[in-house]
């Protein structure tokens, strides 16, 4: 309700009153209480703050995180406009524009940085060290470049692990299941990226368990990736899989394109990536993630310190499985599969 108006009611009210004054003084005085109260009232809506949360992204992926949390915010008292604003940037892989977002966030002031992957999470934390600002990642595949362990972060940073790293060798006895005779795996990956080793050790062990044969297939930018994918062919490998790398979930649909072309099985780190054309995946879903972090963020916004909250994990894993995508490639998905599939999309 707009203060001027309230006050100018209240003012309408004081003349109406002061005219009987004289005669009537005890109803002066309940004027002047009225009119107190209603400056009072609009005076602390004038002045109550807008907290801003800016929200760091590294791909479209990760949007469902970000609409998750704003829609548990609203539940927990916060509305849009109000109370809190939000500054939405997506670098969409871009390694420079990501750190010039960290920073003009910074310089902003804003209340909190909200991220949805490890390497929007490495960037605001390098933009906010030394600073009160505090960052809740709302998804991280690779935790231990940002906490000090489990049970809190010993700094500004606070979140849920998206378990993603540790979901590799469940992806990887999805493919089994899928394509029994299959041996030969492409891996595209970002040599740059912030997850970089820790893909690569997960998936060698994993491929090592089941008698997989790996290559990674190097992309080093977004840009890159239309052209590099050119080289994953039926002839030399017999599926592809998309581990949590940004650059690589950044250009998926490139990824996903070759793989149809060539009809190759295509398994996923992201479960959104099911839904743009990769077979299959098992990871958990992200709009939830954004909802979990949520009530993180409000305990911080009600002053609990970041350093002591515990990374937290997942509340439900999904397996996904895209039938489109598998008529596409001429593979017949097992009837006992679809059955315990938590979604399928046709």
């Known amino acids: 309700m707009n203060c001027q108006w309230m006050q100018g009611v209240g003012k309408a009210i004081l003349r109406s009153h002061a005219r009987s004054a004289v005669m009537q003084p005890k109803l002066w005085a309940g004027a002047l209480m009225t009119l107190i109260g209603i400056i009072s009232v609009t005076s602390a809506a004038a002045t109550e703050k807008i907290l801003t949360i800016g ?8 949007i469902n995180a970000v609409q998750g949390f704003k829609s ?5 008292g916060y509305k ?18 990501l750190r010039t977002m960290a920073q003009e966030l910074v310089h902003e002031k804003v209340d909190m940085i909200v991220t949805t992957s ?6 605001a934390a390098k933009a906010t060290k030394g600073m009160r600002i505090p960052v809740v990642f709302l998804s991280a595949a690779n935790t231990q470049l940002l906490v000090k362990g489990f049970s809190g972060s010993g700094s500004n940073l606070a979140g849920i692990s998206s378990a993603s790293l540790e ?17 030969r795996m492409v891996i595209p990956v970002d040599p740059k990226g912030v997850n970089y080793r820790m893909i690569v050790e997960e998936d060698r062990d994993a491929a090592a368990k089941l008698g ?11 840009g890159e990736i239309a052209s590099a994918v050119k080289a994953i062919s039926r002839k030399s490998y017999d599926a592809v899989f998309s581990p949590a790398d940004t650059t690589v979930s950044a250009g998926i649909d490139w990824v996903v394109k070759q793989a149809i072309k ?19 995946t098992y990871a958990s879903d992200y709009a939830a993630l954004g909802r979990q972090g949520a009530i993180l963020a409000d305990k911080i916004l009600k002053g609990a310190n970041p350093a002591d ?18 008529k596409a490639i001429g593979l017949k998905i097992p009837e006992t599969m679809l059955l315990r599939a938590d979604e399928v999309i046709e």
């Not at 548990?72 to 927990?76: A, D």
């Not at 979901?167 to 041996?183: D, S």
């Open 118 to 123: 490890t390497t929007g999470t490495v960037a």
């Open 80 to 97: 849009e406009g109000q109370n809190i604003r939000y500054e939405y940037h997506n670098s969409q892989g871009n390694a420079e524009q």
């Open 55 to 62: 929200s760091l992204n590294t791909a479209d992926q990760f």
């Open 309 to 326: 909250l515990p990374v937290e994990l997942p509340d439900k894993i999904k397996l996904v499985l895209n039938l489109k995508t598998a």
């Open 72 to 76: 548990r915010m609203v539940e927990l």
């Open 212 to 222: 997989f044969a790996i290559s990674e297939l190097h992309v080093r930018n977004v």
């Open 262 to 280: 060539e009809k190759l099985p295509s398994i996923t780190a992201l479960l959104v990536n099911v839904n743009r054309g990769c077979l299959a």
């Open 167 to 183: 979901l590799t060798g469940k992806r990887f006895e999805l493919l089994r299941e899928l394509v029994p005779g299959a041996k």
